[in-house]
């Protein structure tokens, strides 16, 4: 065996030496995470209830209270009527951005980015217990050091593909955080010369967006 045949199998030897440690790692953690599944379940299947409802509450209100229906996509031209809870926490926690130096500037941020990272590891957690299937055959199969190249591609493309999708439901999760937020605009009462302050909505927006044309 030459010198450099060696240095490469010396090398494979240390790469695989790490991986096994990594792994030793992670069991460890899993084991002491055992005690707490339940409660981990129990936390992650609340997460994926308050998703899925806030998306369906805000399709329902824009299905009886847009004005416009099905000409503009449903689109709901004042607040939403019905209570979202993920949108109004997003909101609460972005009431703080006037203050830049502050901790709070970033909660929102922090709780929103729990939140794709929660969605990410479901989406690739599903895919590794299903496999890759098409019309319920069997094509490739997810496991631990025993992966097919090809398999690897298409996960790829897929958690590609289905973060996208859900970047596109962001409206229907918290339309109001990602639009506006907690911004408001002026308006200013004819009669009483007083000044009122209201949330911004998309409708305002686009006849602002008019009248500066």
């Known amino acids: 065996?030459?010198?450099k045949q060696l240095k490469i199998t010396n090398?494979?030897?240390?790469?695989?030496?790490k991986k096994r440690s990594l792994w030793k790692f992670i069991s460890w953690i899993l084991k002491m995470l055992t005690p707490f599944r339940v409660a981990i379940g129990i936390f992650c299947l609340k997460i994926?209830?308050?998703?899925v409802y806030s998306m369906l509450i805000t399709n329902i209100d824009r299905l009886f209270n847009s004005e416009c229906g099905y000409k503009c996509?449903?689109?709901l031209e004042?607040?939403?009527s019905f209570f979202n809870p993920l949108d109004w926490t997003l909101k609460m926690l972005s009431n703080h951005h006037e203050n830049f130096y502050s901790v709070q500037l970033f909660l929102d941020t922090t709780f929103f980015a729990i939140i794709l990272l929660y969605t990410f590891i479901c989406i690739l957690y599903g895919i590794v217990?299903?496999?890759?299937n098409f019309f319920s055959f069997e094509i490739f199969r997810i496991r631990r050091r025993d992966t097919m190249p090809q398999a690897l591609s298409i996960v790829s493309i897929l958690m590609i593909l289905m973060m996208f999708a859900f970047s596109m439901q962001l409206m229907s999760i918290a339309p109001m955080y990602v639009t506006f937020g907690d911004q408001k605009h002026q308006i200013i009462d004819t009669e009483t010369v007083d000044?009122?302050?209201e949330a911004c909505?998309?409708?305002q927006s686009t006849m602002n967006h008019e009248f500066t044309n």
Not at 48 to 51: C, E, F
């Open 1 to 3: 065996m030459t010198s």
């Open 11 to 17: 090398k494979i030897q240390s790469d695989e030496r």
């Open 48 to 51: 994926s209830l308050l998703i």
């Open 73 to 75: 996509g449903y689109l």
């Open 78 to 80: 004042k607040s939403p």
């Open 129 to 132: 217990k299903i496999g890759i």
């Open 195 to 197: 000044k009122k302050y």
């Open 201 to 203: 909505t998309l409708k």
